[in-house]
């Protein structure tokens, strides 16, 4: 599957590569991050149980080996044929197995197995869905989800375009206590190094793509709206929409959207009663980084997500449980962990980003000074961007509201 260019209105799935198809018993080893994040550890203290994702998707087909009695009730926004569970592409459905797979019968395992998938199906254009006149439905989607019981929105899609409303439905799901996680986006080595939407919107946590060794996937794009920094390099998904066999060298900010998905599910199931913002929150503390936190890297954010020093060092503060840590803002409905209702929110303009002081060349070739397998799970791991052969965190302003 080739990256699919986004256009005026079109959001595409961020999904990026093409390799041979692989058996399903030998797809879990090609999935190196769960080693690298001390997986079989965490699950010892928390597998994601009593937290649900929303997968704003192509659909999550629910009769997978991995997904079966993982995939609960969703809805279905295309107002074409089928249902959420009709996955057209197969896009979903892979999001689906990375954030919450069982693994069973070989197929992927999740991140946070013991989570749930609410499948919400949009129309994504550009990526071989029929009946396409409606025009995109990710605001109606996002919506939805936002009405749905999920904590965490899964968006591993974007366009270098907002749509209509689209704003407005992030600050609903917001006031309702969601955490929002999208990917922000993969054409940097096309000359296309414009984070889009949603992850540009303030209130989405925008996460960019990193490899085996820690460093940021050239693809990956760049600037003020990275927020985190997760594996999508050669994660493996499903070929197609015939779920036949998967394709073990595919990567996109897709994949690492649904793994830092499973890895907030890991940390909220073991603290159901912090707030969306707490979660990001000890997710930023504990990142692995060897820059100031109050400095972030235009490459990684923040950092590279590192759920073990959570539930396994115990570290991180959660803070205040109304303010957002990215725009340092009070949100509508998390002051005490539970959701406003909608009529209680009221979007104001001091919500739109600002952006600047970005120092980076365009064209950087990334690389990393940290540890191949410490990046995530142990280490305070230097993970860096290089550029002319001095290796340093790249500094950007913080997103603004």
């Not at 994040?37 to 997968?55: D, E, H, I, P, Y």
């Not at 459905?93 to 499948?119: D, F, H, N, Y």
């Not at 060092?313 to 205040?320: L, S």
Request: proline content about 5%.
């Amino acid at each position: 599957m080739t990256t699919v260019g986004a256009t005026l209105g079109a959001l595409a799935v961020m999904s990026v590569g093409l390799a041979p198809s692989a058996a399903a018993d030998d797809i879990q080893s090609q999935q190196w991050y769960l080693d690298a994040m001390n997986a079989q550890g965490l699950w010892k203290v928390s597998t994601g149980k009593g937290v649900s994702v929303a997968v704003v998707d192509t659909g999550v087909n629910p009769d997978t080996s991995s997904l079966k009695g993982q995939v609960l009730p969703g809805v279905d926004v295309t107002a074409t044929a089928g249902d959420e569970t009709d996955d057209y592409e197969g896009h979903g459905t892979s999001m689906a197995e990375l954030i919450a797979g069982t693994g069973r019968g070989g197929g992927l395992k999740g991140v946070a197995p013991g989570a749930k998938i609410i499948p919400i199906r949009t129309v994504l254009t550009g990526i071989g869905k029929k009946d396409e006149k409606q025009g995109d439905t990710s605001v109606k989607a996002i919506r939805a989800a936002a009405d749905s019981d999920a904590k965490i929105i899964n968006l591993s899609f974007g366009g270098d375009f907002p749509i209509d409303g689209e704003l407005e439905a992030v600050q609903y799901a917001q006031a309702k206590g969601k955490l929002l996680i999208a990917g922000v986006g993969n054409g940097a080595d096309q000359g296309e190094n414009y984070i889009g939407y949603p992850a540009k919107e303030p209130g989405v946590v925008g996460v960019s793509a990193i490899n085996e060794n820690g460093e940021v996937a050239k693809f990956s794009e760049s600037g003020a709206y990275v927020d985190l920094a997760s594996p999508g390099v050669d994660v493996p998904v499903w070929c197609d929409n015939k779920f036949k066999s998967y394709c073990p060298e595919r990567s996109g900010t897709s994949q690492a959207t649904a793994i830092a998905s499973g890895a907030a599910a890991l940390i909220w199931s073991a603290h159901p009663k912090w707030t969306a913002n707490q979660v990001l929150r000890v997710m930023i503390d504990t990142a692995g980084r060897d820059w100031p936190k109050n400095t972030p890297s235009r490459y990684l954010g923040y950092g590279t997500i590192r759920p073990a020093q959570v539930l396994l060092k115990g570290k991180g503060d959660p803070g205040a449980a109304d303010v957002d840590p990215v725009t340092n803002k009070k949100t509508p409905g998390q002051a005490t962990g539970t959701a406003a209702s909608p009529s209680a929110f009221t979007p104001t303009s001091s919500q739109t980003p600002t952006s600047g002081g970005q120092t980076s060349a365009a064209g950087a070739a990334p690389g990393s000074s940290g540890s191949t397998t410490l990046w995530v799970a142990l280490g305070a791991a230097a993970v860096v961007v290089v550029l002319g052969g001095g290796a340093f965190a790249v500094a950007r302003s913080r997103r603004g509201a």
